[in-house]
């Protein structure tokens, strides 16, 4: 799905790239929402977007096979969810068993790593993030090196 024009609350992030979707109440509204956002063909006017033209038979699964294969990421080993999102990713599963298709358990690799790449980095995304926030005069290049003019506020982390 296209993201022009949309506000993240990634400022100043772009390598951390989000997703866009519909919160929806069922397949048929999920359809519609794929269905009219691909009429306009947004992959002409975004280059990340993919150019996938909207296919009636595969939205309605006139072309999927019987047996699907689906991968459930339980826990990525650095942020544990909540558990009524495991109590809800465990009936998925169940239901999916039920209906005849196949449940993968993955397990993450090097997802810790990769956290720790983030955080221990020398620009460290999210304190960057913060640092531009507080010190929005700064320019983006002198942010970085001026990081020890300006503190990270206690409550960087909580909702205003």
């Given at each position: 799905?296209?993201?022009?024009?949309?506000?993240?609350?990634?400022d100043?992030?772009?390598?951390?790239?989000?997703?866009?979707?519909p919160?929806?109440?069922s397949a048929?509204?999920?359809?519609?929402?794929?269905?009219?956002?691909?009429?306009y063909?947004?992959?002409?006017l975004?280059h990340?977007?993919?150019?996938?033209?909207w296919?009636?038979?595969?939205?309605?699964?006139?072309?999927?096979?019987?047996?699907?294969?689906?991968?459930?990421?339980w826990?990525?080993g650095?942020?544990?969810?909540?558990?009524?999102?495991?109590?809800?990713l465990?009936?998925?599963?169940e239901a999916?068993?039920?209906a005849g298709?196949?449940?993968?358990?993955?397990?993450?690799s090097?997802?810790?790593e990769?956290?720790?790449?983030?955080?221990?980095?020398?620009?460290n995304?999210?304190?960057?993030?913060?640092i531009?926030?507080?010190?929005?005069?700064?320019?983006?290049?002198?942010?970085?090196?001026?990081r020890?003019g300006?503190?990270?506020?206690?409550n960087?982390?909580?909702?205003?």
């Amino acid at each position: 799905m296209p993201h022009a024009g949309l506000l993240g609350s990634h400022d100043g992030m772009d390598n951390i790239v989000g997703c866009v979707g519909p919160i929806a109440r069922s397949a048929r509204d999920l359809e519609l929402f794929c269905r009219v956002m691909m009429q306009y063909e947004a992959w002409l006017l975004e280059h990340a977007v993919l150019e996938i033209p909207w296919n009636t038979e595969v939205a309605q699964g006139k072309t999927l096979p019987s047996k699907l294969s689906f991968a459930i990421l339980w826990d990525d080993g650095v942020v544990k969810p909540h558990p009524p999102v495991t109590r809800e990713l465990q009936r998925t599963k169940e239901a999916l068993l039920k209906a005849g298709h196949e449940v993968i358990d993955w397990i993450p690799s090097e997802h810790q790593e990769g956290w720790d790449l983030i955080v221990g980095h020398p620009s460290n995304f999210f304190a960057s993030f913060f640092i531009i926030k507080r010190c929005p005069n700064l320019p983006v290049e002198q942010t970085l090196p001026a990081r020890r003019g300006c503190r990270i506020p206690s409550n960087h982390g909580q909702q205003r």
